[in-house]
C-alpha cells in the first residue's frame, strides 16, 4: 500500500549534503530545486502525486504563490510568521487517515506529532538511504516507451532517388545465394588419362613412330640414286 508522504524540506536538505552555513542571492533556490529534482527521480511514480514537500518561506520573494507543483510533487513554503513545522503539524493532524501517513524528518517536534495520532516516522537519513538503494528500479519504472524507428514509404523512397539522381534502372538486382558454390569443376567432365596398353590398337606402342618413317623413306631415296 503506498502511503502519503509529507517531507520537512530543509531537515532532508541538511542531511541530503545540500545546506550550506550561508546563502548567496538565490542560493537557496537553487538547492531546494535540486532537492526536488532527486525526489522527483527517486520517488515511484505511485508515490510522487501523494507526496509533499514543506520549505519555511525563507528567500521567497513576497507576493510568491505559497503552493508549487514540480514534476507531479506537491511543494508548500510556510505563511509569514509561520515556520514549515508549523505547517506540518497542521496537515498531520487534519490527515483523515493519519495510519497511511508518514513524515519524512529527523526533528523531534515532527516524529512526537506523526506518532501522536500512530502514524509512520521515517527519518531523513533513512530515507535518503532507500531512495538510493532503489533507484535502478525507480528508474525503469520513469522509462517512456520508444517510439519505434520508422521506415520510408515507397513515395519517400522515390523523393530521395530523385533528389540525388538515382537511377532505379541501373541498380543491380539482387539474386539470392543458392548455397556454396564449389570452384573446382565436376570430376565427371574430366577425361581420365589411362597408359597404353600392349597390343592396344589406338596405342602409341602399334603405331610407328615419326622417326621410324623417316628413316625408310631415306632409304628408298638412297635406292633410287644406286639404280641411276
Not at 100 to 126: E, W
Not at 165 to 186: K, L, M
Request: glycine share 6%; charged share 30%; proline share 7%.
Amino acid at each position: 500500500m503506498t502511503l502519503d508522504l509529507i517531507i520537512d524540506g530543509y531537515n532532508l536538505l541538511h542531511f541530503a549534503g545540500l545546506a550550506r552555513v550561508t546563502y548567496g542571492p538565490g542560493d537557496l533556490q537553487r538547492v531546494r530545486q535540486r532537492l526536488l529534482v532527486r525526489l522527483a527521480n527517486g520517488l515511484t511514480v505511485e508515490e510522487i502525486p501523494r507526496t509533499t514537500i514543506v520549505f519555511d518561506a525563507r528567500d521567497v520573494p513576497a507576493g510568491e504563490r505559497r503552493q508549487e507543483n514540480f514534476r507531479g510533487l506537491r511543494v508548500l513554503y510556510s505563511p509569514p510568521g509561520k515556520e514549515a513545522d508549523d505547517v506540518i503539524e497542521d496537515l498531520v493532524a487534519r490527515h483523515s487517515a493519519p495510519k497511511q501517513l508518514a513524515v519524512i524528518s529527523s526533528d523531534n517536534r515532527l516524529v512526537r506529532a506523526i506518532r501522536s495520532r500512530k502514524g509512520i516516522s521515517i527519518d531523513s537519513d533513512s530515507f535518503l538511504g532507500e531512495l538510493e538503494r532503489r533507484q535502478p528500479v525507480v528508474a525503469e519504472s520513469h522509462m517512456v516507451e520508444q517510439t519505434p524507428e520508422e521506415t520510408l514509404s515507397d513515395a519517400e523512397v522515390e523523393h530521395w532517388m530523385q533528389a540525388f539522381g538515382v537511377d532505379e534502372e541501373r541498380i543491380d538486382p539482387e539474386f539470392p545465394s543458392t548455397g556454396p558454390q564449389s570452384i573446382d569443376p565436376p570430376l565427371d567432365h574430366v577425361t581420365q588419362f589411362t597408359e597404353p596398353q600392349e597390343g592396344d590398337p589406338d596405342s602409341g606402342a602399334a603405331q610407328p613412330s615419326l622417326l621410324d618413317e623417316l628413316e625408310a623413306e631415306l632409304r628408298r631415296c638412297l635406292e633410287d640414286e644406286d639404280l641411276t
